[in-house]
């Protein structure tokens, strides 16, 4: 698994970051082969050079399209060709959680359904090849956090194909809005456009926080340039980089980390439910944990005109947001979820398996700050143990508690 740092002093594209990817070493392969598997072969051209900004050098990149009548490609095409190619699991996964993302802020500032949105900057040949090769890239390069600085988003307007927006444009603004995403001034930039929606969903479906870099060892580099002039160097950086020893890769310089503390965005859902039976929430709940919520709990509440109804919660992670809400609508009943993004804090942890007098037991063992550990036995090889042999849950308690006191614990990795 592979630690990233992503330096953008002038903004977020995705030619920029794919450019930055292939500076890297990423070969075209992996971004044509994707492609290929979508029925896009033959219809782009990737046009790849070094060039210099301010004096620095880095790799351009530019989609050039083949495309002689290029179609309208809509959200609701785009997610069907998604679903039904042949990409392989995890690239799939994450193209769509990028493209649900850019589909739910355009239709969040045109005031459509997602399912309704149709624009060229999700539609075009260009964010396609973007999209999916830079997705595809970081997985080539098996990148399991990406840390990225605070990007600023521009002043000033730009063109578009609805017209004149003004600058950030105002999908950038819901992006970093529903993620709660910071954004650096721009107030010493020449106006224009630095972030892209297309650039930033990408780094937000991707990056597990938005800072400083943490103390970390350069061991590859890759510059992906712009394409306007600025007073400055119009580029980013992604960096391959081995944390230091004992350091936390998530816990930046002035981070509110303790020590093996990790914080981890979250969404919370929730919808107010009171048509719905006890089997009907209980299936709702179960499919949602299946469709990868951390999370999932309910509460009893009042509703209007007194009715009795249930609040019904799911801890989600952000990039598994569109899933999930595709869940609430196909199992439950409820016309709205709410969501509200928070943060938890985890403890370093581990899961391993104790032979025991009575049979074989998971456990789940986590680091404490400052030093010491916990470990808790699994509940349902308990009571398995218990129902197996006979007896009460108490006296297997007592039996893995004697096994474990025995037991050499692994040091902490």
Not at 24 to 53: D, T, V
Not at 353 to 373: D, I, M, N, S
């Amino acid at each position: 698994m592979a630690l990233v740092l992503l330096d953008a002093p002038t903004g977020l594209a995705g030619n920029m970051l794919l450019a930055a990817l292939l500076d890297l070493g990423l070969p075209e392969s992996a971004i044509h082969g994707p492609l290929a598997a979508l029925g896009l072969e033959g219809r782009y051209r990737l046009q790849l050079e070094e060039r210099r900004s301010a004096g620095l050098r880095g790799l351009h990149l530019a989609v050039e399209s083949l495309e002689r009548e290029p179609p309208h490609r809509h959200w609701r095409d785009l997610r069907s060709l998604l679903i039904a190619s042949a990409l392989e699991p995890r690239l799939r996964e994450r193209v769509l959680a990028v493209f649900g993302l850019l589909a739910e802020a355009e239709a969040a500032v045109h005031g459509h359904p997602p399912e309704q949105v149709h624009f060229h900057e999700v539609g075009a040949l260009d964010a396609l090849v973007d999209i999916v090769g830079v997705c595809a890239g970081l997985l080539h390069f098996d990148v399991d956090t990406l840390i990225c600085t605070v990007p600023p988003a521009g002043h000033g307007s730009v063109a578009t194909a609805h017209g004149w927006l003004p600058v950030p444009a105002p999908a950038v603004l819901e992006i970093a809005r529903s993620r709660g995403i910071p954004l650096a001034s721009s107030g010493t930039f020449p106006p224009g456009e630095l972030t892209t929606p297309t650039g930033l969903a990408l780094v937000a479906c991707w990056a597990a926080s938005f800072g400083p870099a943490p103390a970390a060892i350069p061991q590859q580099i890759g510059v992906g340039l712009g394409s306007r002039a600025l007073d400055r160097p119009n580029l980013l950086r992604l960096v391959l980089a081995r944390p230091v020893e004992g350091a936390d890769p998530l816990a930046a310089d002035g981070d509110l980390a303790g020590p093996g503390e990790r914080p981890e965005p979250l969404l919370l859902q929730q919808a107010q439910i009171d048509d719905a039976s006890a089997e009907d929430l209980a299936f709702l709940a179960e499919a949602l944990r299946q469709a990868g919520a951390v999370e999932v709990f309910s509460q009893a509440i009042l509703m209007k005109k007194g009715r009795p109804g249930t609040l019904l919660s799911a801890l989600v992670p952000p990039d598994l947001a569109p899933q999930l809400r595709a869940v609430w609508w196909r199992h439950g009943t409820t016309l709205g979820v709410r969501e509200q993004r928070q943060e938890r804090w985890r403890l370093p942890r581990e899961s391993f398996t104790l032979a025991t007098p009575l049979g074989v037991v998971r456990l789940k063992r986590a680091w404490l700050p400052g030093g010491g550990e916990r470990c808790k036995p699994e509940y349902e090889d308990l009571a398995a143990l218990a129902h197996h042999h006979g007896v009460s849950l108490q006296q297997v308690r007592a039996v893995v508690a004697e096994s474990m006191a025995g037991a050499t614990m692994e040091s902490r990795p």
